[in-house]
């Protein structure tokens, strides 16, 4: 018998799992893709928000102004680099201005630190911009994270700190008694007195398993693509235009690789696994971003992915327990800024389960601390001497572009990588402009040997998703 | 950190290094490294198992392994050091680079002169912006023959091939050689991308259909690839409502290839936005003092033969400046006129001979390729992309060239 089951694996489920692994409870996080992280947390831009975009008496307003403070902790705790490079708000014409000015008014009243920057100021900080945008509104305390490295930390953290988790594991059914509920997930029944349902574009379906679905989720697609690392200089902050009351609009978003990132479209979908890119996206984001970016050109596209969204039909965060299932807590319609408020989100399912009557005791030997993710590329060369000595594979670098060494393949795949995406996205192999041409068969060969499965059976991202189909 | 220093090393033993150290040894230097990332010498060219290697070199039919063989056969008769498996993972003006393996870690190796032999890597196709799904089953051509070639595995059964390069070609006829059904070649452009042998030799001969002026505008499947969508294209490029479907497991593209210029760029060195390579003289000499630069990390070649020529070019080139550290003041550059694409190399410094390399912009038929002051005159009867057009300058021509300002280079239509 569990205290809790989160269901769902991305950034929010794993927040949780991190939030609860503090507690003396006994938790299961069960996750339906083979790796945590492989659904929308995957596509996601990696901003973390100031705040300013959303009203406070929002739910998204409050815990996206909460999570950008609790994010500087975070990333120390979980050794993941986080830096407030700042969000501009661009006013691409005259009659954005007074929005922009609106917008600073808000943030005054919330404690949001922003101010407008004009002229030659704005050029110094923003070189690149159109010679039309004189004026924007600079929020600094926004940042940018590596958003799938985030998840896996909070993974490792949680599992580390005892939670347990049940991955490649799809919920089928959910039925409640007096003693708790038990979830099916494929061929084993868990046992949980608390649900949590974190299951970001499937919410609603999970939701209605148990008739805790007072909402619905409208999968709304994003496409974002990679521009090639070279142009790191085209952009210092995460730049906006001002926004319509209904988007935040395309952006030109500095990531922490130092690659530029430009997106997401916002497309209302009907199937929730349709995350393919189109002509037309594309051509949409281009012509939109250079009203802002002039130089960005096609040609510096590297890679592409779409990401979909949970828009709850209330347009608004859902994080309660549910009125008709007691114990049953919803955490859905969890859209933009949701990586920015996950992990005050996870504070605000720990202050729901203990208004719930959950006996919640701190633990005293809660680890905080993640172990170190060395990476070889950002490392000076005597850093680089020091952990080879420790360990010659760090001196095999499998990957050119990115710089990866076996050594940080085979740490990922103790933490848990099972696939050619797990390993791409903790540790950037084949992420680079060459798009996996050097490294494919290098990560396939460590994988076949540090896991003990033939070669021909190693999956880009679980499924029917073999690299190869056969032996020669 | 290990340090060693030495008069030349080499980074990449392709076609071009290996032939640079070879000619660097050969001119009397002592202290020569090549270098390699790969666990042996010869590079892409061991898994390039098809023949039609050294025909311009040594005017014999050899595969990839083979034309390999005869430099690494010569290679271990000199006192040149091989490191393999070794990534070169720095590089400064000054000449020093930083090497990284599993053995000695890292080592920072001082040279009086650099080859900078990396080759190229392929284009890929989120560069030519191909949409859909993202799932497995997406392979370039060059990765697929790593798989079957060397890596013993089959990417897959049912196949199309996006781009007429080369290396796809020659991977439809592998593909259908190991048992797998290859639909069809697309090719967005009126022309194909390879080499004319490779069109017949690879596809006409396994009945492989080549869609000319078609492109794959889709991408479907969610875990593995289940089909692709092909549009005609139209006169501007861009598809039309044309359409049909191909249902297939794999995609290969071959749709061009770049020169590998990470280390370059490091130095820094001046990158020619057409040829993707930096801008060299006539003895493969860089922008930066000591550091020379050949085949394809130069600019993408036709031919491995091409490669070796230029290393060795290179190779003595290096040999001479590490002996003694000058290089001419005067230097006539290369312009690219009309339906030229580029000329390399892009300046003329040498007096005695030189070969120029011209790629055309498109395919013509029945034209003349002319120079400044007509030093340069050939008739050709068809010039195309894939195909470079050779001009070899003798010591009567060079003379009368470094009298000009510049050589440029037409190619026009007769008549």
Redesign the interface.
Known sequence: MYNIAIIGGGIVGNAIARELSRYDLKTILIEKEIEVSFGTSKANSGIIHSGIHDKPETLKGRLCFMGNIIWGQLATELRIPFERVGEILVARSDEDIPVLDQILENAKTNNIPAEMVTGTKLREIEPNLAPNINTALLAPTAGVIPPYEMTYALYENAMQNGVEYLLESKVTNIINDKNGFIVTADSREIKAEYVINAAGVYADDIAKLIGANNFKILPRKGEEYILDK?LDNINNHIIFPTPNPTSKGILVIKTIEGSTMIGPTAEDINDK?D?????A??KKILDFVRTMVPDIK??D?????AGIRPVSDTNDFIIEESKVVPHFINAAGIQSPGLTAAPAIALEIIEILKESGMDMRKKNNFKPYDKPHRRLTLLN??E??LL??LN??????IC??E?V??AEVVAAIKNGAKTVDGIKFRTRAGMGR?????C??HVMRILSKELSVP??TI?????????????? | ?KKISTDLIVIGAGPGGMAAALKASEMGIKNILLVD?LEELGGILQQCIHNGFGLQKFEKDLTGPEYADHYINLIKKTNIEVLL?S?A??ITKDKKV?L???????IEVSAKAIVLAMGC??R????V?I??????GIF?A??AQ???N????????SVVVVGSGDIGMIMARRMTL?GAKVHAVTEILPYAGGLTRNIVQCLEDYQIPLHLNHNV????G???VTGVKIAKIDSNGDPTNETFDIEC??LLFSVGLIPEN?LS?MVPLDINPVTGGPYIDDTYHTGNDGIFICGNAAFVNDLADYVSLEGEIAGEAAAKYALYGNRPNSRIPTIAGDNVRFIVPNFITRQDQVTLYVRVTEPITDVRVISTDGIVNLKKQIVKPSEMVEIKLDSDKLKKISQLKELKIDVKKNG
């Open positions: 070279r696994e995350t393919s890119t189109s002509e996206g594309l096609k040609s596209i590297i890679a592409s992915f060369n005597n680089k001497e080879i000595k010659k594979d760090y001196g095999n670098i050119r572009c710089t060494s076996e060459c798009q996996a041409g050097f494919t068969h070669e021909e999956t880009k991202r679980g499924g029917d998703s073999r690299i190869v189909k056969e032996k020669r | 950190m990332r498996h990534m993972i720095e930083i990284s393996n599993n053995i000695d870690g890292l890597r392929e890929t196709r989120q560069q912006s949409p859909g799904t993202r799932p497995a370039t060059g990765v790593r798989f079957v060397i890596e013993g595995y089959m990417p897959g059964k190991e505008i889709n991408i479907c969610k875990d593995r497991d794999t990470e760029r």
